[in-house]
T-cell receptor, first 119, second 115 residues
């Protein structure tokens, strides 16, 4: 079974600074997707960034970028120029690409990292 | 696009009663819907996966007779918590997808409190 591990329960950053959130995963599959989701105090899940495992290039979305290391099974999220609105709980998630059988395209989530942004 | 709604957003019920939570995809047809449970400051735990027109697939440890899931149309799935007890109090989140290989879009969640 696939597992996703976020080893940082809490992180903090000063406004305008850069912070990196860590994520490792375990899978025997070669074709999958990785995601970072943000859950602000409203608790609405928001997709931050997505990475296809077959792509070597790291995904970027404005101030958010990932460092995808497939061999090391590592998928960290870098937030540049942190803003107060970035404060949230961040979840790393894995999804098998070729869903079938009992997988049904399920997302497997990490434990989450609470990010605090200090003004 | 890709908006998912949940109703109600917050519900209080008495122990022993049943409560129904609706999940709707507002602007797309959701072949697959997922139901999650989340405790404060914890991760999302997948409860079940439902495909339109077929029975839901429950995760190990989730009581299918207690958490009834119906996905009767391509835009609506319901979760009914039967004979609710205080330990069922939690935040329930649904997500909807065009299919298993597509993106999941999340609803805003429903806070259930059982007294």
């Amino acid at each position: 079974a696939q597992t996703v591990t976020q080893s940082q329960p809490e992180m903090s950053v000063q406004e305008a600074e850069t912070v990196t959130l860590s994520c490792t995963y375990d899978t025997s599959e070669s074709d999958y997707y990785l995601f970072w989701y943000k859950q602000p105090p409203s608790r609405q899940m928001i997709l931050v960034i997505r990475q296809e495992a077959y792509k070597q290039q790291n995904a970027t979305e404005n101030r958010f970028s990932v460092n995808f290391q497939k061999a090391a099974k590592s998928f960290s999220l870098k937030i540049s120029d942190s803003q107060l609105g970035d404060a949230a709980m961040y979840f790393c998630a894995y999804k098998l690409a070729n869903a079938g059988g009992t997988s049904y395209g399920k997302l497997t989530f990490g434990q989450g990292t609470i990010l605090t942004v200090h003004p | 696009g890709a908006v998912v709604s949940q109703h109600p957003s917050w519900v209080i019920c008495k122990s022993g009663t049943s409560v129904k939570i609706e999940c709707r995809s507002l602007d797309f047809q959701a072949t697959t819907m997922f139901w999650y449970r989340q405790f404060p400051k914890q991760s999302l735990m997948l409860m079940a996966t439902s495909n339109e027109g077929s029975k839901a697939t429950y995760e190990q440890g989730v009581e299918k007779d207690k958490f009834l899931i119906n996905h009767a149309s391509l835009t609506l799935s319901t979760l009914t918590v039967t004979s609710a007890h205080p330990e069922d109090s939690s935040f329930y989140i649904c997500s909807a997808s065009l299919g298993t290989t597509y993106e999941q879009y999340f609803g805003p969640g429903t806070r259930l409190t059982v007294t």
